[in-house]
């Protein structure tokens, strides 16, 4: 019999939304919002180095699209309900490119880099987790990431997954191997505690102003 590629889950999931974004299940016609996203090379440079062409972004689409179809869970199109705009997508997916981890469903996120910085990743990837461990009831959830992509590790780590070894993603037709970390979170580890905030005030690590910045 056919090894399974992810563990059996509970339910099927539909929309949702959280404080500040609707998540909608990606459907063919978001291509037309996520073109101009995914067009940004930011956007893909990981793993790709470059921003996918319009047809990329429609396979994209419906390929996403018939994950819902076929599994009940998938990847959700943000929409910032203040605004109605999309910003990109995140959400729940079967990492097949990594062939040694299955079976397993990750959380991933990829959003327009005009709205980075405002805790969008974290807040949409905190409520694909619920809905992981709450709805699906998954065992753990995984998140395969580059390296480099400190901004993702990042959202990874506030969100309580953790590094918990090195792979190799093996060469596909559009890229070369890639070493990654596998990034974990078991159902008894969610949620986790919520990270400390420093006293007002005092500067965050990491972000305190340069001597001599004006800005
Ligand atoms: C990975 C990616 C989604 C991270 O975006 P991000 O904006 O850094 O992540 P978040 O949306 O969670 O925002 C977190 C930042 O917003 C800040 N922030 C501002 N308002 C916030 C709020 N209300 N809540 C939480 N964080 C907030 C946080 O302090 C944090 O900044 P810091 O990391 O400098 O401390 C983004 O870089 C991206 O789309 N990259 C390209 C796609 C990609 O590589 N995807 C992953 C493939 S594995």
Redesign the pocket.
């Known amino acids: 019999m056919a090894r399974a590629l992810h563990p059996p889950v509970a339910a099927r999931l539909g929309d949702v939304s959280t404080e500040r974004l609707d998540m909608l299940r990606l459907r063919p016609e978001h291509a037309e919002a996520l073109t101009p996203i995914f067009a940004e090379p ?2 893909w ?2 793993p790709y180095g470059r921003g996918l062409t319009a047809s990329e972004t429609d396979d994209f689409a419906r390929r996403r699209a018939d994950e819902w179809r076929d599994r009940g869970f998938g990847c959700w199109l943000l929409v910032e309900r203040a605004t109605g705009r999309a910003l ?1 997508y995140a959400g729940l997916i079967v990492p097949v490119f990594l062939p040694e981890v299955l079976p397993a469903i990750e959380v ?4 327009d880099p005009a709205a ?8 949409a990837g905190r409520r694909a987790l619920d809905e992981a461990f709450r709805k699906l009831g998954l065992p753990e959830v995984c ?4 390296p480099q ?1 400190v ?2 590790i ?2 990874a780590e ?1 969100l309580g997954l953790t590094c918990r070894r090195a792979a190799t993603v093996p060469a596909s037709g559009v890229r070369p191997p890639l070493p990654v970390g596998v990034y974990a979170i078991r159902r008894d580890e969610w949620p986790p505690p919520a990270p400390r905030v420093p006293p007002p005030g005092r500067p965050r690590p990491g ?1 305190a102003r340069r001597a001599g910045s004006t800005s």
Do not use: K
């Not at 980075?116 to 807040?123: F, K, L, P, Q, S």
């Not at 998140?143 to 580059?146: D, K, P």
């Open positions: 930011a956007v440079e990981f990109g991933g996120w990829r959003l980075w910085g405002r805790g969008y990743a974290t807040e998140s395969i990431i580059q992509n901004g993702s990042r959202v506030r972000r």
